[in-house]
């Protein structure tokens, strides 16, 4: 083992040995186990998990693994060595067996229960036992634990077989969503926006399972087969995985006094999410109440930020209910999303979503997720009223700053110092009656065009432009001069000089994408992928990582493209529906 250092960039772990030595699950020790689970891990079935703050189960290894790819850039930055990924020991560890580990890394892994609430409203009807206590990681678990480079990683696998949480489910994830969810994660962390990373990824040679899927051609709403697919594990990376909904189980319980521990529980769990996620901005020696009104407002900038990001790159989460919005602030569950192509503030590609999770709805989205966050930490505060008003006062000021945050955003992508709600609002209109392609758009905005040539790039020509070609044109523009003539304003201060038109091309490009994870650039890689050839994922994954990078003419012709019309309204490929 040798070690690394900022002129020494060679790789420390290089062996499943040297990843032994990190192991630290000091996890264990903050958080309390289901006093009911059983120490070997052999924890399968569905049941209620009253208590206790995860459960040790052991995961079930899929049949005959095979390499598919996995993240070299989040290798290099925890120094592991590429070759680790392709070694027996390392590919046995992450497609779920720890039988054979090294100490002292743990043989069981561990899932967690939480609560489930859509769109501000709570639910238990999602758990087969209608509690609330036999819902959460249902196939998700996690296996290790250390600090890395100065910082805390969790590693989770997913497709990692049944927990008690599986809801009488089979814990697989199936290859198509894992290579879905791989990529998307790498993407994400390269347009900046705050994720849970991909480590690797194995598929298993032998194993299937049965999904609804739709057929070749098919323009269904919903699937209308049956396909076996391949199953998968994707290993994914964070400081912590609890999620909102992970705050509002242990918030239910001590609301309904449901076990003398139950208000422990709640401190405990927050405390947690405290050291996990906000250890850098939260004073250890503060007293609790302090260190939940400053949770609060972290999580409020956090949350905003990473919205107004979704939106800066075209993102649609798909599905952000609570429990699927990390309290550290970050993406998390890459399930039903989609990267939009033509603007639509509708745009929501999962069939079972509605309009509340749609494109330009996810700050209200957000909101209502943030709400459930605030509800669940005021039983820690009723015996603090200053503090208590503090906590309402965040919560009542979400908007506010969820305005903020969306404003600053779209002023960047435009190229502006300050937003401008009337250039703003002319341009959403066009946008949308064009319609155009969100990122091609603002792309081409980027170059700082003269005319509306180059914008025309990304008009897709459909009923209202055809109709109307010269008039929308026309408005088109009158926009583009009103923006040039502002944008030639822009400036980096109030005194300072105006920027040159290189410098303020450079900054819109470091803002507006040039690729995207389009779903139909997807859909043919996890389609090659499932007959065992890796090299469009793997093609995709490198594109992928540089998404504002101009990279070469042959991938600008591939990638940087309309989406062709025979995809509108493919199943599959323009919208889908959850099973994965
Ligand atoms: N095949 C499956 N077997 C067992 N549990 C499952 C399965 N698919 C989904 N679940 C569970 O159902 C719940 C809802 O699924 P959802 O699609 O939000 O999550 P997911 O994609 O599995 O996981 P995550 O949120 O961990 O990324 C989750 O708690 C998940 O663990
Ligand atoms: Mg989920």
């Not at 639910?123 to 996690?142: E, H, I, L």
């Not at 994720?195 to 323009?219: A, D, Q």
């Not at 609060?296 to 429990?323: H, K, M, P």
């Not at 043919?524 to 469009?536: I, K, T, V």
Request: a negative charge; glycine letters at 6%; aromatic letters at 12%.
């Amino acid at each position: 083992m040798t070690h690394r250092d900022s002129e020494n960039p060679l790789p420390t772990i290089t062996t499943l040995d040297d990843l032994a030595t990190l192991a630290d699950y000091s996890l264990m020790d903050t958080l309390s186990c289901d006093p009911d689970a059983t120490a070997n891990g052999d924890d399968h079935m569905p049941r209620q998990v009253f208590s206790g703050h995860y459960v040790p189960v052991s995961p079930t290894p899929i049949k005959n693994p095979e390499y598919v790819t996995h993240s070299k850039r989040f290798f290099r930055e925890l120094g592991f060595a590429d070759s680790l990924a392709e070694s027996p020991d390392f590919i046995r560890m992450f497609s779920g067996d720890l039988t054979h580990v090294p100490e002292p890394l743990s043989k069981v892994g561990w899932a967690t229960g939480y609560a489930l609430s859509i769109f501000g409203t709570e639910y238990v009807q999602q758990c087969p036992f209608q509690t609330g206590n036999g819902y959460g990681d249902g196939r998700a678990m996690s296996v290790f634990e250390a600090v890395i480079n100065g910082q805390r990683w969790e590693m989770q696998l997913k497709g990692g077989g049944r927990t008690p949480y599986c809801r009488g489910a089979d814990g697989r994830a199936v290859l198509r969503s894992s290579v879905r969810e791989f990529l998307a994660q790498e993407h994400m962390h390269a347009l900046g926006v705050p994720t849970s990373r991909s480590l690797s990824l194995y598929v298993s040679k032998t194993e299937t399972v049965n999904r609804p899927w739709y057929s070749e051609g098919s323009y269904m709403k919903d699937p209308d087969v049956l396909i076996s697919e391949a199953v998968a594990i994707s290993t994914r990376v964070a400081p912590s995985f609890l999620r909102v909904g992970q705050l509002e189980l242990f918030s239910r319980r001590a609301r309904k006094n449901e076990h003398p521990q139950a208000m422990a529980e709640l401190e405990m769990i927050v405390l947690h999410l405290i050291d996990r996620e906000y250890g850098e901005v939260i004073d250890k020696n503060l007293t609790i109440a302090e260190k939940v009104v400053l949770l609060a407002r972290e999580f409020r900038s956090r949350l905003t930020l990473l919205v107004a990001n979704w939106i800066r790159v075209g993102y649609c989460q798909g599905n952000f209910n609570s429990d699927n919005c990390a309290a550290g602030g970050f993406t998390l569950d890459y399930g039903p999303f989609g990267f939009c192509d033509v603007y639509d503030p509708q745009f929501q590609p999962w069939t079972g979503g509605g309009h509340h999770f749609s494109f330009m709805n996810q700050p209200v989205a957000a909101e209502r997720n943030f709400h459930m966050f605030w509800t669940a930490l005021r039983p820690l505060l009723v015996s603090n009223q200053d503090a208590m008003e503090q906590l309402d006062e965040i919560r009542s000021g979400f908007a506010e700053v969820m305005q903020s945050e969306m404003e600053a955003m779209w002023a960047a992508k435009l190229g502006f110092d300050a937003f401008n709600r009337e250039m703003f609002n002319e341009l959403e209109a066009l946008m949308q009656q064009t319609p155009v392609d969100y990122t091609i758009f603002f792309r081409e905005l980027s170059s700082l065009p003269d005319d509306i040539g180059p914008l025309k790039k990304s008009f897709y020509s459909r009923s209202l432009y055809d109709a109307n070609a010269e008039e929308i044109e026309k408005r088109w523009s009158q926009w583009l001069e009103k923006w040039q003539a502002l944008s030639v304003k822009t400036t980096g201060g109030k005194d300072a000089s105006p920027l040159s038109r290189v410098a303020l091309s450079k900054q819109m490009k470091l803002v507006n994408p040039k690729y995207n994870l389009r779903e139909w650039f997807v859909v043919p890689a996890y389609q090659q992928a499932s007959m065992g050839n890796y090299d469009l994922v793997r093609e995709l994954q490198e594109i992928m990582t540089q998404p504002y990078e101009e990279q070469s003419a042959e991938i600008e012709q591939k990638f940087y493209k309309l989406k062709p019309s025979e995809f509108f309204e493919a199943g599959g490929l323009s919208h889908y529906s959850c099973s994965s």
